[in-house]
């Protein structure tokens, strides 16, 4: 469904900038069934700034229910740097704001609980919402309690009645992916502790430009974050983003507290990132514009690469069956021509195929049997850990190809 107005401050100014053509959910892995079915759909994947806040969003939007369904097969926690990422997030957040054994913690979007497992092992409550099936069930074998639903109001006064409010609320890659910020907003206000806070990570949009993360663009993420326009909706709100810390995770994150107005000292960080936002003139049309040529101009040298690798007889697969890594396959219309397969570490995708491109998904010890020349590693931000994972394979000699932000051979 076409989005005609701002989701932040619902102006009407919208301005397309990035076009990257129709494509399937990033996140939909295909079993051969579903390919012979035939009935795959794609979505217009476009991006807008408003001229009146700057928030950035997707021009089109896709039902939640299509996104996060019985389909959704993404795990958090599945690699050690994400896992050790929970962990000093959960350590940071116990210390800071001294949480003890009756203080309940709620991780929206929680996944396989892997967050919440290290706030349990300080010894907080903790509770899980996550409406995709599959993972919700994972975390409730995991021993973490889940409700598996769509967070909203209404499912926020059902919980307060039943666990009361929560000291700290966590959204891991989540606040950009709901389409109405309102509603959620509107949630958090009547979970959230007077004096609570409401933690939330997301890609800033400046580093996704600067570093020509264009992958990290897909269907779920429906706003890219800037935090001139966010905090200017959070303010609409009643609340405010009171500190702000940079993490590496991801390509470049940014871990965001929020609180109610003036209950807490509002931190320099904050002023800090607005003004580098400003500095760097993110919110210039021509800026993004140029962004938009470079992404071109990356997906040439890619397929220019592939291509010339493939006249040379080498055989190349692909390595980390992620997300974003299927928008630079479909956008760069890189399948099975190209990669003979590729292999992940998730036990939920293997034996699947990758929406649109279709190339089988196998574990890694395929790549180490076959010796494959080339291996293109889709998950970028995790490339140092899938070297090292597959160290076997380049001490014989194979090599990697990393495609972003500069397409390289390893």
Known sequence: MKKTFCRMCKSKKLRKFLDLGNQPLSDGFLTKEMINLGKEKKYPLQVCMCMNCGNLQLAHTVPANEM???????????????????????????KEFSLGKDTLVIDIGSNVGALLESFKEHGTKVLGIDPASRVAKIAVARGVPTINEFFSYELARKIVQEYGHAKIITGTNVFA?????????????????????FV???????????????????HEHASYILIKPTQAF?????????????????????RIFIARQKTRPVSDSVKEIIEIEKKQKIFSLKKLKQFAGKVKQQKKELIKLLTKLKKQKKKIVGAGAAAKGNTLLNYCKIN?????????????KIGRYTPGTHIPIYNDQKLLEDMPDYVLILAWNFAEEIMHNLSAYKEKGGKFVIPIPLVEVV
């Open 68 to 94: 996060f369904g019985d389909n959704y097969l993404y795990e958090s926690g599945i690699t050690k740097a994400v896992k050790t990422h929970f962990a000093g997030l959960a350590e940071e957040l116990c």
């Open 177 to 197: 992916h709901i389409d109405d910020l309102y509603g959620l907003m509107e949630g958090i206000n009547e979970l959230l502790d007077k004096d609570g806070v």
């Open 200 to 218: 939330v990570e997301v890609p800033h949009f400046l580093e996704l430009v600067n570093n020509l993360e264009y992958d990290t663009i897909y």
């Open 234 to 254: 959070l303010q609409k709100q009643g609340f405010e983003i009171f500190k702000i810390k940079k993490t590496s995770m991801h390509g470049g994150t940014l």
């Open 336 to 348: 099975t021509n190209f990669l003979g397969y590729i292999t992940d570490k998730s036990e939920l």
